[in-house]
């Protein structure tokens, strides 16, 4: 089994990965890698065609593609070694980690490990919504996957869960896919994205919001034929082919779990002091591990400034081991 060592391991390629590996390189950290599970780093922005990332970090509007780009160019310009198509599976103690990657197995050990595994969307089975399991079911992530990066058949017509800023993402999509979004449904009676969005929103692309509306049933058999909802006492059908599971996040904290690390309980995420380091550990959380969830460029500004700070203990030899 081959086994190295490095400064800084960082687990998760996303902007706040990348931003925090560029901080460390600049700060003069040697030997600074990232390993990242998908086949290639940048993190959700690079199958997010819309514009609008860049603002805090960089001062730029780019579409989401340009903005992982940018992070994943300069981390290898400032000598970071980007390990791709590589999973941190299990620990072996609190210091090491071990991959798995296409050529083996691989043991890590680092002086510090920063955790940069972000947050998933709940789906359809996270979220117990009965009926079958027909074709045409999405998170927003799996649809921007399939319409940008695969350029698959998406559908006709839509219906889009949750009313978050990621669900307004989703109606963009849908749109450069070709399918109209029919409705846009939200247990709660007020929407959660920015203030009067979900209602200019619905007057451009023409679909109902129906707020304190619950999904009861997913309708079809090999495809989605319609969605069955519910609101005070009264149920009816919205026939679709499409749905789209948005927000309702919940952060990637599988390996901080298996590391014995303790998660809070109202946000699922790593318990961390005030710097997001694990107590009494070489251990830190970065970007949307972290919940609530941020944008991607606030993610990028907060892991640069604890990278500075990870930084400064290294030159100090004040790091746990």
């Given at each position: ?7 800084v ?6 902007p ?14 040697k030997?600074?890698?990232i390993?990242?599970r998908?086949?290639?780093?940048g ?12 603002l805090?970090?960089l ?7 340009k ?17 791709t ?5 299990d620990?072996i ?6 991959l ?8 890590v ?5 920063l ?5 998933r ?21 799996s649809?921007?996957q399939a ?18 800023h990621v669900s307004l ?11 109209k ?5 939200c247990?709660?009676?007020?929407h ?11 007057l ?6 129906h ?10 058999d ?8 519910s609101?005070a006492?009264?149920?009816w059908v919205i ?11 919940i ?6 779990r ?14 961390t ?5 694990i107590?009494?550990?070489s ?10 969830i941020k ?5 990028a ?17 004040s790091?746990?081991?």
């Open positions: 089994m081959k086994s190295s060592t490095v400064d391991l960082i687990v998760g390629a996303g706040a990965g990348l931003a925090a590996a560029i901080e460390l390189k600049r700060a003069g950290v030997n600074v890698r390993v990242e998908e086949k290639t780093a993190g959700v922005p690079r199958h997010s065609f819309h514009p609008g990332y860049g805090r970090d001062k730029r509007f780019l579409s989401g593609p903005y992982s780009r940018y992070y994943v160019n300069k981390a290898l310009k400032n000598g970071v070694q980007i390990s198509s590589t999973t941190a599976t620990w103690d609190p210091n090491t980690l071990t798995t990657c296409p050529t083996g197995i691989e043991q050990r680092a002086s510090v490990i955790l940069a595994t972000g947050a969307e709940r789906g359809r089975a996270a979220r117990a919504v009965a009926g079958k399991r027909p074709s045409g079911i999405y998170t927003t992530g649809l921007q319409t940008y990066l695969e350029d698959l058949y998406i559908g006709k017509t839509a219906v889009i869960v949750g009313t978050e993402s989703a109606v963009l999509t849908l749109k450069h896919a070709g399918v979004t029919v409705a846009m449904i247990e709660k009676s007020k959660q994205t920015v203030f009067g969005a979900p209602t200019i929103m619905k451009l692309y023409r679909f109902k919001l707020l304190a509306t619950k999904i009861v049933e997913i309708q079809g090999q495809r989605v034929t319609g969605v069955k909802v609101r006492g009264k149920e026939a679709v082919d499409t749905i789209v599971f948005t927000g309702d996040w952060p990637d904290h599988e390996l901080a298996r590391g014995g690390i303790a998660i809070d309980r109202k946000y699922k995420s790593p318990i002091n005030g710097d997001s380091q107590p009494n550990r251990i830190y959380t970065i970007g949307n591990l972290n919940l609530p944008g991607a460029d606030r993610c500004v907060e892991a640069r400034k604890i990278a500075s700070k990870i930084a400064k203990q290294i030159h100090k030899g790091i746990l081991s």
